[in-house]
C-alpha cells in the first residue's frame, strides 16, 4: 500500500566558516551544531507518533548525515536518490554578497525567472516531485522521510501551491532541520504542516546555500 505521508526535511548547518555557496561541491559536511538540528528533526518526527517505512536522501555529504538519526531511531536504510540533491549554480563556491557585485557575473543575474544562474525551478521541481511520487508508491504504508535541501523543498512547496516558482531565495521559508509534510490524494499533492523543531539561534550559516 502506498505511504500515508511524506517529510521533506532540510540538513542541519553545515561547517562553512567563508560562507561560500557549497552547491554540490564535495566535502561540505555538518557543523556539531548542524549534528544536534538533524537530531531535533528526527526526534520530533519521532514524535509525531506515526510509522515511518522508508527514508530517502540526497547523496551529498550534509543530507546523509542528516539522515544519520532517522536511520537510528527508525531502524532504516537510507536510501540515496539523486532527484532530490541540490540544484546546480553558477555560483557554486563563491560567497554571493561578493559575486554579486562583479560585473562579470552580472549576466549570469539577467534573469530571475528561469533562473539564468542555476538550473531551472521548473526541473528542480518535476524531478523532486517524480522522487516524491515514487518513494509514496514504493513505501509500505506509514510515512516516508526524504532528507533533502533548502530549494527543492521550497521550489517544491511553491509547486504543490500552484505558486509561480520565481522567488527571492532570501525569503524562503525553509528552516534548517525544518521539515514540510505533504500528502497526496490520487495524483495531487498538498501540503499538511511545517515544523521547525531544531533551535538556529547562533547558527553561522542560515543563509539560501
Not at 52 to 80: G, M
Not at 116 to 141: K, L, T
Request: aromatic share 8%.
Amino acid at each position: 500500500m502506498p505511504a500515508e505521508r511524506l517529510h521533506l526535511v532540510r540538513h542541519g548547518e553545515v561547517f562553512n566558516p567563508l560562507r561560500v555557496l557549497y552547491e554540490r561541491i564535495p566535502g561540505f559536511r555538518l557543523s556539531d551544531d548542524g549534528r544536534r538540528m538533524a537530531r531535533a528533526a528526527a526526534e520530533h518526527v519521532r514524535g509525531l507518533d506515526r510509522p515511518v517505512s522508508s527514508l530517502v536522501c540526497s547523496p551529498l555529504e550534509r543530507t546523509r548525515e542528516s539522515a544519520e538519526p532517522f536511520a537510528e531511531l527508525f531502524d532504516l536504510e537510507p536510501v540515496p536518490d539523486e532527484r532530490v540533491i541540490e540544484p546546480w549554480n553558477s555560483f557554486a563556491g563563491k560567497r554571493m554578497s561578493r559575486a554579486v557585485l562583479v560585473p562579470g557575473n552580472w549576466w549570469l543575474l539577467r534573469n530571475p525567472s528561469r533562473p539564468s544562474w542555476g538550473e531551472p525551478y521548473r526541473q528542480v521541481a518535476d524531478r523532486v516531485g517524480a522522487a516524491m511520487d515514487d518513494a509514496w508508491d514504493a513505501a509500505d504504508g506509514g510515512d516516508v522521510v526524504v532528507v533533502t535541501h533548502q530549494a527543492p523543498i521550497w521550489i517544491t512547496h511553491l509547486s504543490v501551491a500552484g505558486l509561480p516558482l520565481r522567488h527571492d531565495p532570501r525569503t524562503r521559508r525553509c528552516a534548517l532541520s525544518s521539515v514540510t509534510s505533504f500528502e497526496r490524494k490520487g495524483d495531487v499533492w498538498r501540503e499538511v504542516d511545517y515544523a521547525e523543531p531544531a533551535p538556529t539561534t547562533g547558527a553561522v550559516d542560515v543563509g539560501a546555500v
